[in-house]
């Protein structure tokens, strides 16, 4: 429940159909000038955003550890490599959060050859703190923001309708180069017989932003889930579920995305495994969409972004379990340790490391720092080593 102007109402009517709250959010607005969350009391604070006349609710910046563990605007930040970037890169204001993408989307004369975003740092690897945000960066934080990293819901299957809902509704609020993200950003929507009319049409104008005008060529940025790679003449055809329009690449781009995202291209991953993409995308003269950088995410089948087959079964676990956890995101940082899950149903909360490379000295290094580190905080963990049945859970 939150609190608007004086009045109790349902956070998931609100997000349904915001429009019919439309007298509520400009009074709370124009009064107290935010709006309450109840999870606990005393009540925190929540910013009210409003863009072409539809208004929308968020965390107040710095405040997502303070509500409740089951609060939809609860946030671990310090769970996350956001905190990798300087204070310019990713901007909360009143309006939105604004974001400092390292690949431009318009390009002006001499900048032609200015087309990729450098691959991630790997763990393990020094990062010094960044300035600007990668694909990858740019992918995990729509993700966070959303809520989709987080698993709240026992019993309830999420779909890519609940994606795209979720994220739509961070997409609005949200910046990149100083451009709306709506206006750069074509988010794959579910598709829908009844839809598809309207779909295309929505397509066709995305589309017909991109290419060249005078001096200035424009890029834009697609987010959906790959269906299908295969090999064409020219290079590599990337079909989209949902989509009918496919994308197309080169085979050195390709090469570089399926080194920098192992786990999403392994053959180990589980059949129901998913790979969501973050494309940025050029119009060629004959029409095609040409991916000039991705960013590939791994998730299971419930969306949960995963690391690696190993983290895509124990994700699974979780789910099956009932429990409610968070999935921390590395975003572009390198050495930080960051568990690969945390139970946010018991208290203290419990971090859930998964082991899956034995024999590698660096690795086994590795491993010993997060328990060093786990030891220093005080902070409870459960280990699996892969090969080993997996854990029972606490209760």
Excluded at 43 to 63: C, D
Excluded at 110 to 125: D, I
Aim: charged share 25%.
């Amino acid at each position: 429940m939150v609190e608007l102007a004086g009045q109790r109402v349902a956070l998931a009517s609100l997000r349904r159909v915001p429009e019919r709250f439309s007298r509520l959010f400009a009074a709370a607005k124009a009064n107290a000038g935010y709006g309450l969350c109840l999870c606990i009391d005393p009540p925190l604070r929540l910013v009210i955003r409003a863009r072409k006349g539809r208004y929308h609710l968020a965390g107040w910046p710095g405040e997502g550890d303070k509500h409740a563990a089951g609060c939809d605007f609860h946030k671990i930040m310090q769970l996350s490599g956001r905190s990798s970037y300087t204070a310019g890169a990713i901007e909360e204001t009143e309006q939105g959060t604004r974001v400092r993408l390292a690949i431009p989307l318009h390009l002006g004369p001499g900048r032609m050859a200015v087309a990729r975003t450098p691959p991630p740092t790997s763990e393990g690897v020094p990062s010094a703190t960044r300035r600007s945000v990668g694909l990858l960066g740019m992918l995990h934080l729509v993700w966070q923001e959303a809520g989709l990293s987080e698993w709240r819901e026992p019993g309830r299957r999420r779909t890519w309708s609940d994606c795209h809902q979720a994220l739509h509704r961070e997409v609005v609020t949200c910046a990149v180069n100083d451009l709306p993200l709506s206006a750069v950003l074509y988010l794959v929507p579910p598709y829908r017989p009844e839809n598809a009319s309207a779909t295309m049409q929505a397509f066709d104008r995305f589309c017909g932003e991109l290419g060249t005008r005078g001096r200035t060529t424009r890029r834009g940025m697609i987010l959906g889930e790959i269906k299908l790679i295969e090999p064409t003449t020219y290079g590599h055809r990337i079909a989209l579920r949902h989509q009918r329009t496919a994308l197309f690449t080169d085979a050195q781009l390709l090469g570089r995305v399926r080194q920098s995202y192992r786990a999403a291209f392994s053959a180990a991953i589980p059949e129901q495994s998913r790979r969501i993409v973050l494309a940025v995308v050029e119009r060629t003269d004959r029409g095609y969409l040409r991916a000039v950088d991705m960013a590939v995410m791994l998730t299971n089948a419930q969306y949960l972004p995963a690391e690696s087959s190993h983290e895509v079964r124990m994700a699974d676990h979780l789910v099956a379990a009932g429990r409610a956890f968070i999935k921390p995101l590395r975003y572009e940082a390198g050495t930080a340790v960051f568990p690969d899950f945390v139970l946010i149903d018991v208290e203290p909360r419990l971090c859930v490391e998964v082991y899956g490379v034995r024999g590698m000295q660096a690795y086994e290094e590795r491993k010993r720092d997060k328990r060093a580190y786990y030891a220093a905080a005080g902070m409870p963990v459960l280990e699996w080593e892969v090969g080993e049945p997996l854990p029972d859970l606490p209760g």
